[in-house]
């Protein structure tokens, strides 16, 4: 299976939709991303049918939580079978340290990432809840502890991802939503990039939702986001 840099958002409120829009999908050219909504309506039904279909399943639930609930929570999605899977870093070192070591160290185990700072974030909500200084700094901050914890990287904007990559080497993922395709809807994302200039910045795996998923073809749309980043 080529490894896919395209992540389609499947965010959909039941599991026919989202198994309807996967029909249409190849493996071999995107993996998935289930969010809190499908997951909490669905459970882990969706995500064993789209994985025994062959999909790498991004499993996006963003635990923050107790070290000990977090590290059950990640083990449980291990068990599913999931590709990717994500906590938040502001839940601290040792809950992360904790997720670490619940997925294992098995050659088919689970990428753990960090979420950093919501790309739906803007400065004027940052400062609402009392964080300091800019958003970009607190991103490079969270990222260097999610990279000691044993992180396999982090999402960010793809507005931070060229800093992100300084600090970091290849190895760390940098996962980014809020990417949109030239001339599409910005959204209720604020941090947005296009495909292309994404991975230039430094990006291994783009987030992409209604772009593709709203589509009238949606594996049309898929080739035509592939096309830009080769053009």
Same mark, same amino acid.
Not at 72 to 94: I, Q, R, Y
Not at 141 to 149: C, E, G, I, N, T
């Given at each position: 299976?080529?490894?896919?840099?395209?992540?389609?958002? &499947?965010?959909?409120? +039941?599991?026919?939709? !989202?198994?309807?829009? %996967?029909?249409?999908?190849?493996? $071999? #050219?995107?993996? =998935?991303?289930?969010?809190?909504?499908?997951?909490?309506?669905?459970?882990?039904?969706?995500?064993?049918?789209?994985?025994?279909?062959?999909?790498?399943?991004?499993?996006?639930?963003?635990?923050?939580?107790?070290?000990?609930?977090?590290?059950?929570?990640?083990?449980?999605?291990?068990?599913?079978?999931?590709?990717?899977?994500?906590?938040?870093? &502001?839940?601290?070192? +040792?809950?992360?340290? !904790?997720?670490?070591? %619940?997925?294992?160290?098995?050659? $088919? #185990?689970?990428? =753990?990432?960090?979420?950093?700072?919501?790309?739906?974030?803007?400065?004027?909500?940052?400062?609402?809840?009392?964080?300091?200084?800019?958003?970009?700094?607190?991103?490079?901050?969270?990222?260097?502890?999610?990279?000691?914890?044993?992180?396999?990287?982090?999402?960010?904007?793809?507005?931070?991802?060229?800093?992100?990559?300084?600090?970091?080497?290849?190895?760390?993922?940098?996962?980014?939503?809020?990417?949109?395709? %030239?001339?599409?809807?910005?959204? $209720?994302?604020?941090?947005?990039?296009?495909?292309?200039?994404?991975?230039?910045?430094?990006?291994?795996?783009?987030?992409?939702?209604?772009?593709?998923?709203?589509?009238?073809?949606?594996?049309?749309?898929?080739?035509?986001?592939?096309?830009?980043?080769?053009?």
């Amino acid at each position: 299976m080529s490894d896919s840099k395209i992540i389609v958002a &499947l965010d959909y409120p +039941a599991t026919d939709a !989202a198994i309807a829009l %996967a029909d249409q999908l190849d493996p $071999d #050219r995107c993996k =998935l991303k289930i969010g809190k909504e499908l997951f909490t309506r669905s459970g882990p039904k969706t995500v064993e049918l789209l994985v025994q279909q062959g999909f790498d399943v991004f499993l996006d639930l963003k635990y923050h939580d107790i070290p000990t609930t977090v590290a059950k929570a990640c083990a449980a999605a291990t068990d599913l079978g999931v590709w990717m899977m994500n906590v938040h870093t &502001l839940g601290g070192a +040792a809950m992360m340290r !904790a997720a670490r070591d %619940a997925i294992g160290n098995a050659s $088919d #185990r689970p990428l =753990l990432i960090g979420v950093t700072l919501l790309t739906s974030m803007d400065q004027q909500t940052f400062d609402q809840i009392g964080l300091q200084g800019t958003i970009s700094d607190t991103v490079l901050r969270l990222a260097k502890l999610a990279d000691s914890s044993g992180l396999d990287g982090v999402v960010c904007s793809a507005q931070e991802a060229s800093r992100l990559r300084v600090q970091h080497d290849d190895a760390f993922q940098l996962i980014t939503p809020g990417i949109r395709p %030239a001339n599409s809807e910005q959204g $209720d994302q604020h941090r947005t990039m296009t495909p292309s200039e994404a991975l230039v910045a430094g990006s291994n795996y783009l987030v992409i939702g209604r772009p593709i998923t709203a589509a009238k073809d949606p594996m049309l749309a898929l080739q035509e986001i592939e096309n830009s980043l080769t053009s």
